[in-house]
């Protein structure tokens, strides 16, 4: 078994390796054709005069522009910065290298195109304008790292009226895959959600999203304790009521037994510590754990460092620990669903991304694990099990079809097959500029 020294020495790898890496490929992304060039007389083929033709159609038939464009499968990634990671406001630019990231895995696990628009303007108004007005080159758009409580204005009135489906990652991704890790943590310990005693640290968007799905999904309200930084949530909590009409609302619904205190407190007799708050270490003490029901579960998921590491969560007595991080195992990472709904929604060109389509996502993820054989150290499947993008992409559009919000109507196998071969197009894409060394190899 690794020291602790050793684990911490590990933890620190990926930042250290992060410094080396970007500078040499000079960012993460770009731009690429998907369209054949035999000779430079194709261009009056994708330019002037030939592509009128295509601009005339679409113009008479708007529909079209699925057809002719890369619509259908281009998503923008768009953040102002201001709550980037663990790392807070650090700005537009500096939120860049992120967005490329969320960039990469959209391609790579879902075969969508994605970029990086990163605003500068902190002005919720402003940002709901500008989405508005740049959608009708995406299919979607994928909110990022938006401080709260503008977070929710933004997302509430965009997806009332924007014509493409908009997702907020913070909110809706971490919670389809805190529900699909929980769903499977509660098996292994053998406790059903709808009984469970759920303490949800941090009240920002990831948690306050988690909430709400976590209810829609079975789970007591009741028995449900939110925590922010002046303690738990409660009747009596009238802080909240004007500047945070969300955790107002959770103030009315949850803590039954009307808890008050700290965090210690928040935790006794709780089944599972749902942990998204500041990053790490030592903001979960093992000593609190210690009171928590018999075989407690502990989702410490702050970036870029837990709330608590996994050994200590495991000194405390922790039966099963899941992090936000890929080196350590029960990654809860929205990179596990994310790229899965897009390509979903995308495949049947639907309108919104519901809270049920998320919940299907979530299910199937969690049933992808359950399927190989779960265990305290396998909750939820890695990213390099490829088969867990397509499925998930066929549950989110079955489900998108059901609810009569996409656009166009497949069957299963149909829905399987079209999400596999993008997929799979983007990986052997990948592999080829690889080996070809068209992406340069990076030794570190």
Same mark, same amino acid.
């Given at each position: 078994?690794?020291?602790?020294?050793?684990?911490?020495?590990?933890?620190?790898?990926?930042?250290?390796?992060?410094?080396?890496?970007?500078?040499?490929?000079?960012?993460?992304?770009?731009?690429?054709?998907?369209?054949?060039?035999?000779?430079?007389?194709?261009?009056?083929?994708?330019?002037?005069?030939?592509?009128?033709?295509?601009?005339?159609?679409?113009?008479?038939?708007?529909?079209?522009?699925?057809?002719?464009?890369?619509?259908?499968?281009?998503?923008?990634?768009?953040?102002?910065?201001?709550?980037?990671?663990?790392?807070?406001?650090?700005?537009?630019?500096?939120?860049?290298?992120?967005?490329?990231?969320?960039?990469?895995?959209?391609?790579?696990?879902?075969?969508?195109?994605?970029?990086?628009?990163?605003? &500068?303007?902190?002005?919720?108004?402003?940002?709901?304008?500008?989405?508005?007005?740049?959608?009708?080159?995406?299919?979607?758009?994928?909110?990022?790292?938006?401080?709260?409580?503008?977070?929710?204005?933004?997302?509430?009135?965009?997806?009332?009226?924007?014509?493409?489906?908009?997702?907020?990652?913070?909110?809706?991704?971490?919670?389809?895959?805190?529900?699909? =890790?929980?769903?499977?943590?509660?098996?292994?310990?053998?406790?059903?959600?709808?009984?469970?005693?759920?303490?949800?640290?941090?009240?920002?968007?990831?948690?306050?999203?988690?909430?709400?799905?976590?209810?829609?999904?079975?789970?007591?309200?009741?028995?449900?304790?939110?925590?922010?930084?002046?303690?738990?949530?409660?009747?009596?909590?009238?802080?909240?009521?004007?500047?945070?009409?969300?955790?107002?609302?959770?103030?009315?619904?949850?803590?039954?037994?009307?808890?008050?205190?700290?965090?210690?407190?928040?935790?006794?007799?709780?089944?599972?510590?749902?942990?998204?708050?500041?990053?790490?270490?030592?903001?979960?003490?093992?000593?609190?754990?210690?009171?928590?029901?018999?075989?407690?579960?502990?989702?410490?998921?702050?970036?870029?460092?837990?709330?608590?590491?996994?050994?200590?969560?495991?000194?405390?007595?922790?039966?099963?620990?899941?992090?936000?991080?890929?080196?350590?195992?029960?990654?809860?990472?929205?990179?596990?669903?994310?790229?899965?709904?897009?390509?979903?929604?995308?495949?049947?060109?639907?309108?919104?991304?519901? &809270?049920?389509?998320?919940?299907?996502?979530?299910?199937?993820?969690?049933?992808?694990?359950?399927?190989? =054989?779960?265990?305290? &150290?396998?909750?939820?499947?890695?990213?390099?099990?490829?088969?867990?993008?397509?499925?998930?992409?066929?549950?989110?559009?079955?489900?998108?079809?059901?609810?009569?919000?996409?656009?166009?109507?497949?069957?299963? &196998?149909?829905?399987?097959?079209?999400?596999?071969?993008?997929?799979?197009?983007?990986?052997?894409?990948?592999?080829?500029?690889?080996?070809?060394?068209?992406?340069?190899?990076?030794?570190?």
């Amino acid at each position: 078994m690794p020291t602790k020294e050793e684990l911490l020495e590990k933890s620190k790898k990926p930042s250290a390796d992060a410094l080396k890496m970007h500078p040499f490929f000079k960012g993460k992304i770009a731009s690429s054709l998907k369209c054949c060039v035999r000779d430079f007389n194709d261009f009056a083929i994708w330019y002037t005069p030939g592509v009128a033709a295509a601009c005339m159609d679409i113009k008479a038939h708007p529909e079209m522009v699925f057809e002719h464009t890369n619509k259908g499968n281009m998503v923008a990634v768009v953040s102002d910065g201001t709550r980037v990671l663990g790392l807070g406001d650090i700005g537009p630019e500096a939120a860049i290298p992120v967005m490329e990231g969320k960039a990469i895995l959209f391609k790579y696990l879902g075969g969508v195109d994605a970029w990086p628009v990163c605003l &500068d303007t902190k002005d919720a108004e402003e940002i709901i304008r500008t989405v508005k007005l740049i959608s009708p080159c995406f299919g979607g758009i994928n909110l990022e790292d938006f401080s709260q409580p503008k977070c929710f204005h933004i997302l509430d009135t965009l997806r009332k009226e924007a014509k493409i489906p908009i997702w907020h990652d913070d909110q809706q991704g971490t919670a389809a895959v805190t529900l699909a =890790g929980l769903l499977n943590a509660l098996k292994v310990v053998g406790k059903k959600l709808e009984k469970a005693r759920l303490t949800l640290l941090g009240s920002g968007a990831a948690n306050i999203a988690t909430a709400r799905i976590l209810i829609a999904a079975g789970a007591d309200p009741g028995k449900m304790i939110m925590v922010d930084t002046k303690g738990p949530l409660h009747k009596g909590r009238t802080d909240t009521q004007k500047e945070f009409k969300e955790k107002w609302h959770f103030c009315q619904i949850t803590n039954a037994q009307q808890v008050k205190g700290g965090i210690p407190e928040a935790m006794e007799g709780a089944d599972a510590l749902i942990a998204l708050a500041k990053s790490g270490p030592d903001v979960v003490k093992k000593e609190w754990i210690k009171k928590m029901a018999k075989d407690p579960i502990i989702f410490a998921c702050a970036n870029p460092i837990p709330e608590i590491y996994p050994w200590e969560a495991k000194e405390g007595g922790a039966k099963i620990i899941a992090t936000g991080r890929s080196d350590f195992p029960n990654q809860v990472n929205n990179s596990l669903c994310f790229p899965a709904i897009f390509r979903g929604t995308l495949d049947v060109m639907a309108k919104t991304i519901t &809270d049920e389509m998320c919940i299907a996502s979530a299910r199937e993820l969690a049933k992808c694990a359950e399927d190989k =054989g779960l265990r305290e &150290d396998y909750l939820l499947p890695t990213m390099d099990e490829r088969e867990v993008f397509p499925r998930q992409a066929v549950a989110v559009a079955l489900k998108a079809i059901e609810q009569k919000v996409a656009r166009i109507t497949l069957s299963k &196998d149909q829905l399987f097959e079209k999400a596999s071969t993008i997929i799979n197009r983007a990986r052997e894409e990948t592999r080829v500029l690889m080996e070809s060394g068209v992406i340069p190899a990076c030794r570190i």
